[in-house]
């Protein structure tokens, strides 16, 4: 095993390093993540991609970019789309160009329109905004123009084999393939049958074209490979005008060069379709797109393929596409993330040439830092235990507290404080440890914002656990107006039990038990980690909290950073927890 170090980008005062191993220098992954490290540059480097466009307007092939985005409307946008969103849009972004969303609509039988919306909005709520909506079902007529082209100048024709008999005769990448029988059919009889197949004549899967490249190339792509399908199938779009279908490679390059695209950037599986899509190109005399290819971006504890994603929610291991758990960009939604810290984590991972995996608490990471500036601090508390302050007189008084001690523009707010309280039963111990700087018989603690209170006696239920907790507080210890000159090492967060209102908490772990759940035996849901969710139905929180709306995000003070769910109504308060304060994952792993 090879293990070694790259550094791919660069920003103000962190640095994202590649760890990558190569076993017997087949098998490769590249783990990403984040150290910091001072005083780094402003400035990154160019990536590869962004190399060739300016090569490109610098000896004038193009004059401007052109780019697009072009996602199979079968599923929800997971945050692998992102990236090539962010790399699309943000090229065009750079070099003063634009970018076409194009809707890859060629498969009838998958395809919905709730998708089409869902990836709108997806798109738009990351913040880039397409220059034309198209889609490659608006080409079907010059798409079978093309290929009308191609049977005129003998270089496609209608095969009757079956698609095992196709396979067959494919040949292996080490032998050449056969010639199908009807590979010299004449150009009328061509001409005559493709317009029957369009015309609805045969049924699914009796015919099909094919292109006339080379039977004998090394690269299988090139073996004929077909370009239109029967498919009696409704199509979300143009419902039942057409009946055949083209086949990706057939519709891809040539929707590029339709709309003048000039870098059409795709992922790594498709290298070896690039010598047909120029084929197609150069035989039929259009725009001469190009294609770039880079790594597919994957993510540690999850899934990044629509189809699977498909299965997770067919199968109920999640509450749907916008399950806060799910890789989807509805889901991050939901769950708080912002399109900030999408697009910071994008810039962050850089552009690879070769498959990665990157490390989920990078993307975890570049939340965090965004929240800690944004968010609105507040009390809130899990699983309360009973403070009574036997010295405090009885009614309330309002402390005030920080919204946010990281950003200058947010004031404060007042929390009512009186003789009743809940703080966190962890935060109090009968018999506690050394270095237990929280509660426990005799010990100080200061209460966020409040006063320094004393534990003086442990009120205890018959069956011996403990009911409620009776301390004294210090009068003279009041945050801002501190007078006692007593230093406490611990501060608490707590909520006054008549003002507390109550909400459902959820708390969200990793999807997966295990890093790669695809490369783990058998079938990845399998490895879908039963405890990613836990409920807390009912936290208590400060009654300012009665006012959340759902575009805050919000620190609930040593317990992480959460939003308001769209499942909250009036009646009922829930919160996601978007992510913890600190990386517990990696602490996990120390422990080993
Ligand atoms: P999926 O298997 O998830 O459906 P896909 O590639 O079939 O992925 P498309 O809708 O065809 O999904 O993808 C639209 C664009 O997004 C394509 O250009 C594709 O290459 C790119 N893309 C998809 N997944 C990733 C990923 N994980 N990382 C980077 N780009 C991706
Ligand atoms: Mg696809």
Same mark, same amino acid.
């Given at each position: 095993m090879e293990l070694y170090f790259k550094l791919p980008t660069t920003t103000n005062s962190r640095i994202c390093f590649l760890l990558l191993y190569r076993v017997n220098s087949q098998v490769s992954k590249e783990f990403i993540f984040m150290t910091e490290v001072k005083n780094q540059p402003e400035e990154r480097s160019l990536n590869f991609i962004e190399e060739i466009v300016e090569e490109d307007l610098k000896s004038g092939k193009h004059e401007s970019v052109l780019t697009r985005f072009p996602p199979e409307p079968n599923g929800y946008l997971h945050i692998g789309h992102a990236k090539s969103i962010s790399l699309n849009f943000g090229l065009a972004l750079?070099?003063?160009?634009?970018?076409?969303?194009?809707?890859?609509?060629?498969?009838?039988?998958?395809?919905?329109?709730?998708?089409?919306?869902?990836?709108?909005?997806?798109?738009?709520?990351?913040?880039?905004?397409?220059?034309?909506?198209?889609?490659?079902?608006?080409?079907?007529?010059?798409?079978?123009?093309?290929?009308?082209?191609?049977?005129?100048?003998?270089?496609?024709?209608?095969?009757?084999?079956?698609?095992?008999?196709?396979?067959?005769?494919?040949?292996?990448?080490?032998?050449?393939?056969?010639?199908?029988?009807?590979?010299?059919?004449?150009?009328?009889?061509?001409?005559?049958?493709?317009?029957?197949?369009?015309a609805g004549k045969y049924k699914d899967g009796e015919k099909v074209v094919r292109a006339k490249v080379d039977m004998a190339s090394p690269n299988m792509q090139l073996r004929d490979p077909i370009i239109y399908?029967?498919?009696?199938?409704?199509?979300?779009?143009?419902?039942?005008?057409?009946?055949?279908?083209?086949?990706?490679?057939?519709?891809?390059?040539?929707?590029?060069?339709?709309?003048?695209?000039?870098?059409?950037?795709?992922?790594?599986?498709?290298?070896?379709?690039?010598?047909?899509?120029?084929?197609?190109?150069?035989?039929?005399?259009?725009? !001469?797109?190009?294609?770039?290819?880079? #790594?597919?971006?994957?993510?540690? $504890? *999850?899934?990044? &393929?629509? @189809?699977?994603?498909?299965?997770?929610?067919?199968?109920?291991?999640?509450?749907?596409?916008?399950? !806060?758990?799910?890789?989807?960009?509805? #889901?991050?939604?939901?769950?708080? $993330? *912002?399109?900030? &810290?999408? @697009?910071?984590?994008?810039?962050?991972?850089?552009?690879?040439?070769?498959?990665?995996?990157?490390?989920v608490s990078l993307l975890e990471f570049c939340i965090r830092e965004h929240l800690n500036r944004i968010a609105l601090r507040r009390l809130v508390v899990f699983d309360p235990l009973k403070v009574i302050l036997t010295n405090y007189p009885e009614g309330f008084e309002m402390v005030r507290s920080e919204n946010n001690p990281e950003d200058e523009n947010t004031d404060s707010r007042e929390i009512p404080f009186s003789r009743e309280l809940y703080i966190e039963r962890e935060d109090f111990m009968e018999n506690p440890p050394k270095k237990f700087f929280r509660l426990a018989p005799g010990q100080k603690v200061r209460l966020k914002s409040a006063y320094i209170i004393q534990c003086d006696e442990i009120i205890k239920e018959a069956d011996g656990s403990i009911k409620e907790i009776h301390c004294s507080y210090l009068p003279e210890?009041?945050?801002?107006?501190?007078?006692?000159?007593?230093?406490?090492?611990?501060?608490?967060?707590?909520?006054?039990?008549?003002?507390?209102?109550?909400?459902?908490?959820?708390?969200?772990?990793?999807?997966?038990?295990?890093?790669?759940?695809?490369?783990?035996?058998?079938?990845?849901?399998?490895?879908?980690?039963?405890?990613?969710?836990?409920?807390?139905?009912?936290?208590?929180?400060?009654?300012?909290?009665?006012?959340?709306?759902?575009?805050?995000?919000?620190?609930?003070?040593?317990?992480?950073?959460?939003?308001?769910?769209?499942?909250?109504?009036?009646?009922?308060?829930?919160?996601?927890?978007?992510?913890?304060?600190?990386?517990?994952?990696?602490?996990?792993?120390?422990?080993?």
């Open positions: 750079k070099y003063g160009g634009k970018t076409n969303l194009r809707f890859d609509d060629t498969n009838p039988v998958t395809e919905e329109t709730e998708y089409v919306d869902g990836i709108k909005e997806d798109i738009k709520w990351l913040g880039f905004t397409w220059a034309n909506e198209f889609y490659a079902s608006d080409y079907f007529e010059e798409l079978y123009e093309f290929a009308v082209t191609l049977i005129k100048e003998k270089l496609a024709y209608v095969d009757d084999s079956s698609s095992e008999e196709i396979a067959a005769m494919k040949g292996t990448p080490t032998e050449p393939g056969k010639d199908s029988p009807f590979r010299t059919r004449s150009i009328e009889e061509n001409l005559q049958l493709f317009a029957d197949m369009r399908r029967i498919k009696h199938a409704h199509h979300h779009r143009t419902g039942d005008k057409w009946c055949i279908y083209p086949m990706y490679d057939f519709a891809h390059g040539q929707s590029d060069a339709i709309e003048h695209i000039t870098h059409s950037i795709c992922t790594l599986e498709f290298v070896t379709h690039r010598p047909l899509y120029d084929w197609f190109i150069e035989k039929l005399k259009i725009f !001469p797109s190009k294609q770039y290819e880079f #790594a597919r971006m994957n993510l540690t $504890y *999850t899934v990044m &393929s629509k @189809r699977r994603l498909l299965q997770l929610v067919n199968d109920k291991h999640v509450s749907g596409w916008d399950d !806060p758990r799910m890789p989807t960009i509805t #889901a991050l939604r939901r769950r708080g $993330y *912002t399109p900030e &810290s999408i @697009r910071t984590f994008n810039e962050k991972i850089g552009v690879q040439k070769r498959d990665n995996i990157i490390d210890s009041k945050s801002g107006a501190d007078t006692s000159g007593l230093k406490v090492q611990g501060t608490l967060h707590w909520v006054s039990v008549p003002h507390a209102i109550t909400a459902e908490v959820r708390l969200y772990d990793r999807l997966f038990r295990v890093e790669d759940p695809m490369s783990e035996e058998g079938d990845f849901k399998d490895y879908v980690n039963p405890d990613s969710l836990q409920t807390i139905s009912a936290a208590y929180a400060e009654p300012s909290l009665r006012n959340a709306k759902f575009d805050e995000r919000y620190q609930f003070l040593r317990k992480g950073y959460f939003c308001l769910d769209k499942d909250s109504s009036e009646e009922k308060l829930i919160f996601n927890r978007t992510v913890t304060l600190k990386d517990t994952w990696a602490k996990e792993k120390k422990k080993g």
